[in-house]
């Protein structure tokens, strides 16, 4: 490997941004994601977990993606709130909150 190359193995769109400012050093920057992300190739489970998501006590989302997939998937595009009776939901911090903002209301975050 150059000494002078940055390589950067974080997934697209993880940091907006970072790659361009990163160009503007004097090394060569190489992009080689480790992960990618996806739908999934089968949504029934997910689809019936939605419609029977009154019986669950709490739905936790664990990050902004998930959030926004999640979303999605229960308004069904439409960007409008499901209807009342739906659990509590947790998230794991202030991005994922806002990715669900308009979505399930009020989501609440762990204590720091």
């Known amino acids: 490997m150059n000494r002078d190359a940055v390589v950067v193995t974080a997934s ?7 790659v361009d400012a990163l160009r503007a050093l ?3 920057v190489e992009e080689r994601p480790l992960m990618t992300f996806a ?3 089968d949504w029934g ?4 977990a939605l419609r029977e998501l009154a019986r669950f006590d709490a739905v936790a989302v ?6 926004a997939a999640f979303g999605e998937r229960l ?6 709130r499901p209807p009342e009776g739906f659990p509590p939901a947790w998230v794991a911090g202030a991005a ?6 308009g979505v399930l209301g009020r ?6």
């Open 26 to 28: 004097p090394a060569a």
């Open 75 to 80: 308004t069904g595009g439409g960007g409008k």
């Open 96 to 101: 994922t909150a806002a990715a669900l903002d």
């Open 12 to 18: 697209v769109g993880s940091f907006p941004g970072l």
């Open 45 to 48: 489970p997910l689809d019936q």
């Open 107 to 112: 989501v609440r975050t762990p204590p720091e």
């Open 39 to 41: 739908p999934p190739l």
């Open 62 to 67: 664990t990050s902004p993606r998930a959030a």
